[in-house]
C-alpha cells in the first residue's frame, strides 16, 4: 500500500481542526473587512474604525494571515503609533480593532486563540481642560459661519447639543409654547439622520429652550427657511449637513474669532454642562443625555471668571 499524504493541521481546544494552509490564506485585511462590514456600532464609530484601520493597522499587518500574527507584531504596531505621537485614545482604538477581528476568528475557529491580550496601552486622560469663551467669541463664531447655520451656535451654547444633535434640529421639535425643544434624531457624519446617542429610534430628551436661543431660530426661519422637511439646516451636496464640512467651517471661524485649536463645536456642550452645574440645575444631565458614570463632575476649566460669569448670564 502507497504511503498516504499528510496535511498539517493546527488542533484548537474543540475536536474541530483547520488545515495550517487555511490559516495563511486569511488575511488579516480580509478578516478586518468582514468584521467591520457586520459590526452592528454608530455610524461615528465605524467611520473611526475604518480609518484607524486604513492608517495604522493594514500598512503594518493587514498583508499578514492571521495565523503568523504575533503579540511581537501588535506589540511593535503600538509602539510605532506611539513613537509618531499619535493620542492615547488613538492607540487604544487600534487595539480595539485589532483585538475584535482576532477574537472573531477565534469564535469562528479560525484561530486558536488571540495573541492581542496583555500589550501595555498609554493611559487615556479622561478629564482635559477647555476653553471657557467670552460671549464677544462665540457670537464672533457665529457671525464666521455660513449664515445658514450660524444658529447651530446658540443651540449647542444654549440647550447642550451635540453637533450631529444641532444639525437635525427641525421646527417641530419647539413644544410647549416654544418653552421646550425636543430632541429626538441625529445627523450622523453622513449627512444622514439615526436615533439619538444612547437611545432607540422614536426615544427623544426634552430641554428647556432659553429665549435667547428661541429667538434665533425665529431669526434663522425668517432669514433662510428651511428644508423641504422642515429641517432647519440645510446640507451642500446632501439634504442635510455633512458634520466634517459643518467642523471645516467652525475651525475657520473659531481661527478669526482668536479661540484655540482645542475649542471645537462639542466645547459649546461642555460649556452648556459646567454653567448648568455651577448654577445648581440637578436635572443638566438628563437634559444633556449624558450617561451616569463614576467620578463625573463638573469639568475642568480655563479661563477668567470674568469670562465664565458672563456665558454663565447669558446661558441663563
Known sequence: MGRLPTARYVLLSEPAAIPLCQLIRTLFRAAAGTWLDQHLGADSSILTYRSVLRAHIDPAIGGKAIGVIRREDIKALIAGMHREGLSASRIGCAHLV??????????????????????????????????IPAHAHVEATAAGLPPDWAATIWLMHGCGLRIGEALAVNLRCRINHAKTLRVKEQVNPFAQLRPLKFRNAGEFRDIPLPEYVNEAIDKHVAEHGTTPDGYLFPGRKYELVIRRSYQEDFRRAADRAGLPPEFIPHSLRHLYASTAQVSGVASAASFGGWRERRGAGLRGQRGGGGKAARAGRHAA
Not at 483585538?99 to 469562528?108: F, Q, Y
Not at 491580550?117 to 477647555?130: K, N, Q, Y
Open 98 to 131: 485589532i483585538s475584535a477581528v482576532l477574537a472573531e476568528a477565534v469564535r469562528d475557529k479560525r484561530l486558536a486563540e488571540s495573541p492581542c491580550t496583555g500589550i501595555e496601552l498609554p493611559s487615556v486622560v479622561v478629564c482635559a481642560d477647555f476653553i
